[in-house]
């Protein structure tokens, strides 16, 4: 099993190339190809984690998505974040969400709390 360190985006590519093709023929595990899947995986896992890092989404946009995917309504979120005119402005960036809200948003409805903590932009009212 001759497997490289990914170095150069050459290397990635090869990479890719490589393990693109077991994903059409999945190895079983414990196999030789599953055991050079499993790493060439693990590698390029590695490599795209430190060149192309994805940002945490905005809270309120955390939020709309979860909405969105759970088909949620703003009177849904009522019991994390309280009245429905709370929720409506937290929704619309007029009021931070507070550490409670946090973390009853990341129990109830599995958002993720690195997404919730991120400073939202507020919308100033003129």
Do not use: C
């Not at 060149?51 to 989404?57: A, I, Q």
């Not at 005119?85 to 009853?104: D, F, G, H, Q, S």
């Not at 599995?110 to 903590?117: F, H, K, M, R």
Request: proline fraction near 10%.
């Amino acid at each position: 099993m001759e497997i490289r360190p990914i170095h150069t985006e050459a290397d990635y590519k090869a990479a890719l190339q490589v393990v693109s093709a077991y994903f059409d023929n999945e190895p079983e595990p414990g196999t030789p190809d599953g055991d050079r899947f499993e790493v060439l995986l693990t590698l390029v896992e590695a490599y795209e984690a430190k060149h192309y890092p994805v940002e945490l989404p905005d809270p309120i946009e955390a939020i709309k998505f979860r909405m969105e995917q759970g088909g949620l309504t703003p009177k849904d979120l009522v019991p994390a974040i309280g009245r429905l005119n709370r929720v409506y402005e937290i929704l619309a960036r007029k009021r931070p969400l507070t550490l409670a809200m946090i973390w009853r948003l990341h129990e109830k409805f599995g958002i993720p709390a690195e997404s919730l903590i991120r400073p939202s932009k507020l919308t100033v009212a003129a």
